[in-house]
Every structure is written in C-alpha cells, then in structure tokens.
C-alpha cells in the first residue's frame, strides 16, 4: 500500500515517513526526499526514531508511534513538523515538541463521518447482541428460531447519552435522529444546546445506551471508572470508539460478567494491540480492532492531509490543521 519510498538526494527537504500509507497519501510531499517507511511496513523502534529523527525535517507518523522528548530533542534543530495521521495525539510530547520549536499537526475533521458511522455500528451491534448471535451461529450452537433467544435492547426510541461533544459527538446525534432516539449530550463547557446535561453522572444515569467521544489523555483517563459504570446500570449500553484509556477496563469487564451492564461496544483499549482477558471473555461484548476511521477513501483522506500539513510548513506556512502548543 505504500507510495512512499526511500528517496535520497531528492530536490527536496527529507521526510520520515514511519509507515505505509494508503496510495496517494505521499502526494503533497513528492517534491521532496522520503525516507521510510520500512519494506515490510514494520514499526520503527524508539531507538531508531530517536537516530531517524536527527536526520530529517519532518515526520509523517501514526499513533502507534511513540514521538516523545527524546525523539523530539535528537534533532539538533533540524525537525520542523510532525505530522500525526490520526485526529488523536497523545502519542506526541506536546511540551517538548513546543520546547523544540517544532510543528505538530493532526488530521481533525475528516475521520467525523467515518468513526460515527461505526460508533453508531457498535451501538447496534452492542445492543441488539448481533456479535455474540452470529458467533452462536457460526459456531453451530444455533438450533433454530427462539422466542428467548438472544433478546437485546431496542435502539430505536432509546435515550442515547453522548458523553463529548465535538464532531463526531455531534455525527453520532445526527445518526440517532433517524432512530428516533432520545439523545442527550456531556461536554466539560456548556454547549448552550438543548439537551446538554451538566453533570456527567446524571447523564449516565438517564442514559440507556452511553457512547464516548472525549478525547485521550490525562484529563480523561478513566473517566469512566467503576463508580460511573455502575450508574449506567444493569440495562444499559457503553460504546467506546475514542480512546481505551478513558474507560477501566478491568472495572467494565467485571460489570459485563458479573451482568450489573447489559453490554458494550469497544473499537479502542487501555494497552493496544493487547486486549484485557477478562474483556475477551466477557459476554455481551462487541470488540473491535480501532478500525473507527479505517475506510479507504478517510484513510487517504488523513494521509493526504497529513502530507498537506507537512509540506505548507516545508514551506514557511503554517497549517490550518495545527494542534495548539499547550498553554502553560
Ligand atoms: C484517530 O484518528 O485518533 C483515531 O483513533 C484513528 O483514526
């Protein structure tokens, strides 16, 4: 799937490239020098970040890609901007990146549509328990038509609390109008919006199905603990397409298997790729591989604007897609 390949002596300035991006996606940088990613598209190690860092003016990352002080310090001045194909960028050191007086951009926007879709795929999936049916099925455990069998909870009509609000909050509200759902929204600032529950608790509460779209980070890390779980309740759905650190997994694993939450929905996790043994095992539970923004035309889409941003700041410009230092 790469078109980005090891180029040296290009008229160019010299971009890392850490992984294969889906084709076209290199297209705003191909005046210049790429560098990577590996033949067999495998990870760079730290290690080979930190040399690799010393020795370009930018890199094109993903969020696997651990772009810490490090890495960011091995440049001698010479890194301008990192680009991170992804919405999420917890995997950058903001401060130090600040510190070093390099650029880091990330690709909001255009994933909205796409990882709504597939939140609102999780919530269906989640609630009406089609993962663990057609597992009975494949797995020949199905013996015909039961008027107990696998009896999920309706999604239509239901009261949906979207616990974030920023685009994709707002795709995934868009969506459950056409079911006719109830859809009440949390964000750390008043929206100003109907609907919009100041206390998380209370909407937790209120909620039948939660779905969470806060972004990762310390802020956030698990915001959702065992407490707020248990106020989700016995009936209710959790949906998690944001990030696994905002959840505790272990407290929402035991909530699945001791049956005080009905179900959940998780396309992210605490420790990726490894996934919790208690969530593998855990019944009712839809888990998914973070494919929230994995259809061709998105991913193109963020490798494309990824490159864009790399080659504006190349450039002297600065990217419209350019995550604010933080403020302290
Ligand atoms: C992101 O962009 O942060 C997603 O998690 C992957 O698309």
């Known amino acids: 799937m790469s078109d980005a390949t090891t180029r040296p002596g290009g008229p160019g300035r010299r971009i890392l490239v850490t992984r294969c991006l889906p084709p076209g996606g290199t297209e705003p940088v191909s005046g210049h020098s790429l560098v990577g990613p590996k033949p067999d598209d495998a990870p760079y190690s730290h290690d080979e970040l930190v040399a690799l860092a010393g020795e370009v003016d930018a890199i094109v990352c993903l969020l696997t890609d651990r772009i810490d002080a490090e890495v960011l310090a091995a440049d001698a ?22 510190e070093h007086g390099v650029m ?5 926007g255009v994933l909205d549509e796409t990882t709504a879709d597939l939140a609102f795929l999780l919530i269906l999936t989640a609630s009406r328990l ?3 049916a ?11 038509w039961g ?6 909870a309706d999604v239509h009509g239901a009261t949906l609390g979207i616990v974030g609000y920023g685009r994709i909050g707002r795709a995934v509200a868009r969506r459950a109008e056409g079911f006719e759902m109830r859809t009440l929204h949390h964000a750390r600032h008043d929206t100003g919006e109907p609907r919009y529950v100041a206390d998380l608790d209370d909407l937790l509460t209120e909620a039948d199905i939660v779905s969470i779209h806060v972004p990762g980070g310390q802020q956030t890390h698990h915001l959702i603990d065992s407490r707020r779980i248990s106020l989700i309740g016995a009936t209710g759905v959790l949906v998690n397409t944001s990030r696994g650190s905002v959840v505790n997994e272990s407290a929402l694993a035991e909530a699945l298997h001791d049956g005080s939450l009905f179900a959940a929905g998780l396309d992210v996790f605490e420790r990726e790729p490894e996934i919790h043994p208690r969530l593998l095992s855990a019944p009712r539970t839809v888990l998914l591989p973070h494919i929230g923004s994995a259809s061709l035309a998105t991913r ?10 790399v080659a504006t700041a190349l450039d002297g410009g600065i990217p419209e897609n350019l995550v604010p230092p933080p403020s302290e």
């Open 77 to 98: 001045g010479r890194l301008r901007v990192v680009a991170n194909v992804a919405v999420g960028y917890e995997n950058i050191d903001l401060r130090a990146a600040a």
């Open 104 to 108: 880091v951009c990330n690709t909001p």
């Open 130 to 132: 089609a993962s663990t």
């Open 134 to 144: 057609e597992s009975d099925l494949r797995g020949g455990r199905w013996k015909g």
């Open 147 to 152: 008027i107990n069998e696998h009896l999920g």
């Open 300 to 309: 193109t889409r963020m490798a494309t604007m990824a490159c864009a941003a």
